[in-house]
């Protein structure tokens, strides 16, 4: 499914894809400030798909002192990540990894995996499923998945049927399969996970979504 999600990345500029982050509410990195008592003290950190560069900016705001590894497909966002985010600037190593995360191995055991703004949507249940699953194998003893996504899709989303979701822009269509919360609590166990802690919350623009805490 995702793989047709590309050329929406392709094709989004700089500018829409800030400007979709403001319509939703996340250009505050809201998201951040309630996921970061969790991730704060992680060693290492992966961030599965980049985009702009929004999450890394956000972790360095806040201090964030452990590695960051960040996967990003689409080399035109990549080519932006590597103007912002030069390890010289900042003096410390940030890993940006131009490669589809689902056939390129993690360079550690992680304690940390950020999987933010949506992204585990643009998968089939399928995929979904094969996704928790490796990650899990990829998490050190006490590691963490963080997955964010919405509870109701109300800005540019469409329910085809009650899970299927269409976005579409002037730019393309991005599509999604949004999972329950039964079955993101059936991926975890499935993976392996002792649990799931769920924290519904508003963004700055009134989305309801919610973050999901997966732990090893
Ligand atoms: C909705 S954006 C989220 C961006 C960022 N995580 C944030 O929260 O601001 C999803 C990003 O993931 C990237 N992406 C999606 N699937 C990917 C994959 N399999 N490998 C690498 N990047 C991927 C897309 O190109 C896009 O930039």
Known sequence: MNDKNIDFYKK????KFKEF????????KIDIDFIY???QSAKILVELGAGYGRVIEALLEKGFQGQIVA???VSELMNHLRSQFDNEKFNRKITLIEADFKYYPFPEKVDVVLWLWSGFLEYSKIEQIQNVKRIYANLTDKGVLVI???IEVKHLGKHEDHQIIKVETEWGTIEAYMPRYEELLDYAAQAGFAG???LDYATTTNLKRAIYIFRK
């Not at 989004?12 to 500018?15: A, G, K, R, W």
């Not at 982050?21 to 505050?28: E, I, S, V």
């Open 37 to 39: 008592p969790y991730i």
């Open 12 to 15: 989004i500029n700089l500018d």
């Open 148 to 150: 964010e996504i919405p």
């Open 71 to 73: 996967f990003e497909r």
């Open 21 to 28: 982050a403001r319509l939703m509410g996340l250009d505050t």
């Open 196 to 198: 799931v802690e769920r």
